[in-house]
């Protein structure tokens, strides 16, 4: 979605009462027509043989089927997701964003066939495609004219959803990762009030996720069709913000939870998820609050799927773009930097503070491998500054290894700047790497980086529950058992982790599978206890009521009535735990280790938390008066 970015719009909308497009800067750009792509720009031999889906994460990592390092290293072909303005005659290319009109497919095909285009892929040395598409595209019965698929006969009759198909067939085959992109509803260029802000802006929520179960589905076998992005910049609508964790309707935290989770569990084990922090809040005015929270609000609330390694955080990043400032030039613009007026230290700060931390902590909540899902510039860019943030940018994605995808990869020869790869009408190859792009030096230095490669070891997983409005059984195991405490609210660990942090009020946990991988991989459904039937060995808080596990039982989750404690979650494990214990009370301030692993889980309560070798085999609390049976302690036994 580059320009025009919602902000300006809306801030048009709200002030002048209409919706003023942030008009792309100049977009004609003549890049010369240089012959086909020649440089490899380090893409291994064969790219298909080198690795195997499905993908998933190791930390920071993403891995293949093997456990290798793959790093998304992606472009974003765009089309699919429409390129119409909005307004204007649809069949006329210039009404049509970059005058480049897509017919709701990946962009080019009318020009160059599909077997050509990937070779040119190839020679950017890109290993993987975000592939944006619209619902409206999905749902489109009406074949492609013969025109628009000029170079590519085959999909002549098709619908845009079976082209859609035969290119995912086609970029799959020759290797490439796929990830789908839900990036709009209308089949109309993203951004600005277009009916396409949130996830359900005009639809349910349910509608969005049973369209999403549907394509997932439809690209069930494919192994090379390795993750979802849920949605794109989900940003304001000219009355509401989305927001993280208010638990109604426009909580982009809980929807795109319960989404990963239903793809996972009811469709695709095997999908990476991948959810995008929040875009753009508030009203772009002086004096009134605004910004780009991006991942900002993970680090107290992160994500916990069943399945803790599939999830990918991403983030995108333009230089005329700032931290509070939409974009926009002109109506609609604050007094707000841009990132590309932030000297390269401002620069660097901000992005690790609003995305990039999520990669750097191993150990925490919110570990998880970041994906820049859309950076770009123009080829025929005069701004210095913002020619200096990109090569500042670059910088910063090499020195953190991270994943990342340009927008956008194919263009029309002649039209956007923006394109790595264009194609002229009669199929002429024109690129990046042809010569003339000042690009070219920052883009090879990007592709042919030094990264981290081959295995990636296993690192301790590090995951929160948050109880605030909902359950969080993240337990496949526990969730098979069904209602386990009914009326109360319930929490469980991911299968394979324990409990081992709780806080005093709210219901937040935090679980790990530090220093005991599997510590339940076999054995019995989890039990419930809620009495102190197992409190044979003493008594570790006297006076308190002490909910307690059985012998070579952990603590995988817990209950809770408003604030009380309600029942334990036990899981036993698959060998003899220890029994030398402790007590950790927390009822009166944190009581955690030196370090915090694991992070902030529960801001604004007292937390107790175990050791990293230890783990959580029951919880105390008292009905006596004021303490209104909270989690007051917790037993910490060695492992
Ligand atoms: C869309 O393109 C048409 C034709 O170039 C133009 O007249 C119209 O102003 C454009 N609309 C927007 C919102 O940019
Ligand atoms: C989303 O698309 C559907 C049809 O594909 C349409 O009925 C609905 O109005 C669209 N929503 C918006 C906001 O345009
Ligand atoms: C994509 O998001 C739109 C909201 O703009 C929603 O209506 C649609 O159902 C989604 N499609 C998929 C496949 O998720
Ligand atoms: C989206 O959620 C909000 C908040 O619950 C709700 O008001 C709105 O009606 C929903 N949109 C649709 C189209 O259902
Ligand atoms: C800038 O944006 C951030 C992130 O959304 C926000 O926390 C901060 O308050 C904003 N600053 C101003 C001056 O609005
Ligand atoms: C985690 C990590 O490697 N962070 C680095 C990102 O890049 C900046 C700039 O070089 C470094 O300062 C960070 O340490």
Known sequence: ?????????????????????????????????????????????????????????????IVDAEGNRFKLKSANWHGAQGSWNGSGDINDPAAHHDGEKADQMPLGLDRAPIAQMLDGFHALGINSIRLPFSNEMLHDQRPVSDASVAANPQLRGKTPLQVFDAVIAATTAEGFAVILNNHTNTSRFCCGLDGNERWNTSQSTAQWEEDWINLARRYKDNKRVVGADLYNEVRRTITDDANWNWGDGHDWWAASQHLGDRLLTEVNPDLLVIVEGINWQGIPADGLPHGRPTLEPVRTLSHTLVASDKLVYSAHFYGYTGPNHTGATGTGETHDLRYQELSREQLFATLQRQAFYVAADTGSHFTAPLWISEFGIGSDEGNTQARTWFGNFVDYLIANDTDFAYWPLVGWTGHGSWSILNFDATGRRSGILDGGDWRATDWNR????????GQVAASATWDMLNLDHADAVQSRRARATGDWDSGARKGACPDGQRLVGLAHADGRGLCTDSGAVNLAATGPAPSVVKDERYVQQGDWAGGYTKYQCGPNQFMTGYSIRGQAVSAVLCAQAGRTLGTNGRTVWFDRGDNRPASAPGGEFASGNYKGQCATDEYAAGVAFTGAWAKGKRPDALLCRKL
């Open 446 to 453: 990007l592709v042919t980086a030094p990264q981290k490669s």
């Open 1 to 61: 979605m580059r320009r025009p970015l919602l902000p300006a719009a809306l801030a048009a909308a709200l002030m002048l009462g209409a919706l003023g497009a942030s008009t792309a800067a100049a977009s004609a750009s003549a890049s010369a027509t240089m012959p086909a792509v020649t440089t490899s720009a380090g893409a291994p031999a064969v790219l298909a043989d080198s690795w195997r889906g499905p993908l998933s994460t190791r930390g920071r990592y």
